[in-house]
């Protein structure tokens, strides 16, 4: 009886260890499903609209280094500092209307007048030397440097324009064109040192108002856009596609 009511018992258990391995397969199974789907939080960081879509951040977008440095504001001193040195010169030679041609003149007069005097005063003197004026040049590494980096950029700014010009792009064309026509009004308010400054201001400002209320700004972007692109729409059956244009040449040769 005893080995009957042994034998009548295993069977249950035998079912309670292949109910617990699928139930443990079933859970390994979806673990390894779930590690190779993306978390929720990269799913939605994947989906956030970011402005003329921006995948690297701010800082990257402005070059990174120094420069991105001064503009983000990383170090408040020599941001102000910067920011400090424009304003003066602003204000010296548009408010205060001070010439470049004659700074540069009263610069020299007065550095060449202090070098003068100190080195005529230290030979009346015989326990000061004479002040010891460096040599200055300008190295031709630098200036080469500079001249291969502009005109890279130069011929890609000629390149673009070359391609919007060819009219295989309408939305890009509209848009240069009006960027242009608003920097024409905007120039014609204002002169090139002023237009420069309003610029350098806005260096300082707007990315760093950006980077501290980007979700904000996305968003509202994102709404701007989609208003657009309805009104882009609407302008593109109405009018654009009215437009005649000559009959469609083949280029295929039977």
């Excluded at 003197?125 to 500079?146: A, D, F, G, R, Y």
């Amino acid at each position: 009886m005893a080995d009957h009511a042994g034998e009548s018992g295993s069977p249950p258990e035998s079912l309670m260890e292949k109910i617990a391995d699928k139930i443990h397969g079933h859970d390994s199974s979806s673990s390894d499903s779930d590690d190779d789907k993306p978390s929720p939080v990269d799913a939605v960081k994947s989906k956030i609209y970011r402005l003329f879509g921006r995948e690297k951040p701010v800082h990257k977008v402005l070059g990174g280094g120094k420069p991105a440095d001064v503009f983000l504001w990383r170090n408040k001193k020599i941001s102000a500092s910067v920011l400090g040195g424009a304003t003066a010169v602003w204000v010296l030679f548009e408010l205060l209307e001070y010439h470049l041609l004659t700074l540069v003149c009263h610069i020299f007069i007065l550095c060449l007048a202090i070098l003068f005097l100190w080195s005529n005063a230290t030979t009346l003197s015989t326990s000061e030397s004479p002040p010891h004026i460096p040599e200055v040049k300008i190295p031709e590494n630098i200036v080469l440097e500079l001249a291969s980096a502009l005109r890279i950029e130069l011929n890609c700014a000629l390149s673009m324009l070359r391609d919007i010009a060819s009219g295989r792009d309408l939305k890009k064309f509209l848009a240069v064109v009006a960027g242009l026509w608003v920097l024409s009004i905007v120039g014609s308010c204002c002169n090139f040192l002023t237009l420069f400054y309003i610029s350098f201001v806005l260096l300082h400002t707007v990315p760093v108002v950006y980077e501290k209320y980007e979700d904000q700004v996305d968003s509202f972007a994102e709404k701007a856009e989609i208003e657009f692109k309805k009104h882009y729409a609407v302008f593109n059956e109405k009018v654009l596609t009215k437009i005649p244009r000559g009959p469609l040449k083949d280029k295929k040769k039977d």
